[in-house]
């Protein structure tokens, strides 16, 4: 089983859209969990960190649940500018070690 | 602020010649430092990773190594490429000891081994 999965896509959404992503993590230990997003050809960069109460951003909302060891990632009324391959990733304690799911590929569309 | 340096953008090598890739953090120490490699269409796959000089960890096992020679600098080699080591390599580097500790990438080398 891989250390983080997500589903790979491509999401294809209408703008305005809501659309969800979410990652699972198979190490319960995990400490720290972030959703990046990476351009084509691109360096990924980070999106935002996912706080264990659920955090919100702007037009974008990440949750934990530690339970089920899933996060998640919510965006509204998407924008064509949205479209980019969304990365989850996963660390255990001060950031060693950070996993990183293979990305999910959003695609917005006018 | 903090800034990381990788390079080359690009690179094109034949099969069997060596490889050497560098990175260099800046504004900060003792920094955690990574290797990463993404296949065309893919995620990114850990290969190495360090806690401090001279401290490597390899997270696969393939014909690259790494190398920490000072606290900020980390270096990714190969003696002989393979085809299979096309591919996006990235560099990382994140602070230790806190509670959230995300990583920042450099902007990447895209190698080519035809």
């Known amino acids: 089983r891989k250390e983080v999965e997500q589903d790979p896509g491509p999401f294809n959404v209408p703008e305005g859209a809501t659309v969800a992503f979410n990652c699972t993590y198979s190490?319960?230990?995990?400490?720290?969990f972030f959703w990046y997003r990476q351009d084509c050809r691109k360096e990924p960069k980070l999106l935002m960190s996912?706080?264990?109460s659920g955090n919100e951003d702007g037009r974008f909302t990440a949750q934990l649940n530690r339970a089920s060891q899933y996060i998640s990632l919510l965006i509204r009324d998407s924008k064509l500018s949205d479209s980019a391959t969304y990365l989850c990733?996963?660390?255990?304690?001060?950031?060693?070690?950070?996993?990183f799911g293979a990305g999910t590929r959003l695609f917005v569309k006018a | 602020s903090q800034t990381i340096h990788q390079w080359p953008a690009t690179l094109v090598q034949p099969v069997g010649s060596p490889l050497s890739l560098e990175c260099t953090v800046e504004g900060t120490s003792n920094p955690n430092l990574y290797w990463y490699r993404q296949a065309a269409g893919r995620g990114l796959q850990l290969l190495f990773y360090?806690?401090?000089?001279?401290?490597i960890s390899s997270e696969v096992p393939q014909n690259l190594s790494a190398s920490r020679p000072q606290d900020r600098q980390f270096i990714l080699s190969s003696k002989k490429l393979l085809l299979s080591d096309s591919g996006f390599y990235l560099c990382?580097?994140?602070?230790?000891?806190?509670?959230?500790?995300?990583?920042?990438f450099g902007q990447g080398t895209r190698l080519t081994v035809v």
């Open positions: 990733a996963v660390a255990n304690t001060g950031g060693f070690k950070t996993i």
């Open positions: 190490n319960s230990a995990s400490q720290s």
């Open positions: 360090s806690v401090g000089i001279g401290q």
């Open positions: 990382a580097w994140s602070v230790k000891g806190q509670g959230e500790a995300e990583a920042f």
């Open positions: 996912v706080y264990s």
